[in-house]
């Protein structure tokens, strides 16, 4: 019988910002590869418990692709053998982590796999030296980039970025008719996710041309993501469960 594989999210260091399902999974593992960003007590944890730890972290000096494709067969190869694999990764799997190449790896192969969400080092770091990311005198909005790109990709974001859009349901059709005027283009797709996480979680998808009309009828609490990687949502939907 096939195991699974649980992306998880080990949250940006202090065991006490792991989530409880996320503590839940790595008490019943049988498995747990760990990344180089999951804190070093939480690692100390893990050992007490007396679990199957293997350190897959990747290093500057490596070729990461190399590296991913063995971590990929190792996922595979446990899942095969029957083992529940808690794939744990520093902050949240699906910001910067690669947790969307592994689980795309894991649709393609038919491995049953869940995303376990981390609380991300983005906001939670700020948070723990006292500084807010929006403020209403200060900043209403954020950008996120990766250190090793260059600052024209930056730059770019706005047009070809991922946007996540919090509180933006009423306002849904001027964001769309805005970016499409600043360059965006009009098929770009867009996710609105409404009462994430819950049970009565929806997903309704578009374009910038037509999702305001799709998502009409939602009513409870929404998250709006609008860019490419919204197609990816494809690819794992009938398997992340």
Known sequence: MTGKVYIVGAGPGDPELMTVKAVK??????????????????????????????????NSKERGMDRQREINEMMKKFALEGKIVVRLKGGDPFVFGRGGIEAEFLAKENIPFEIIPGVSSINSVPATAGIPLTHPNHSSSILVVAGRDDIEEWKKAPLKGTIVVLMGRDT?????????????????PVAVVENGTTPEQKVIVGTLR????????????????????????????????
């Open 172 to 188: 849904l059709s001027s964001i769309c008719d805005n970016l499409i005027k600043a360059g965006r283009d009009e098929n770009t």
């Open 210 to 241: 037509d999702i305001a009309e799709k998502a009409k009828g939602v009513k409870g609490p929404a998250i709006i993501v609008v860019g490419e990687v919204v197609k990816v949502r494809e690819r794992l939907r009938n398997y992340n469960q």
């Open 25 to 58: 999974l790595i008490k019943r593992a049988d498995v747990i590869l760990y990344d180089k960003l999951v804190g070093e007590k939480i690692v100390e944890e893990i050992k007490k418990l007396g679990k199957k730890a293997i350190y897959v972290g990747k």
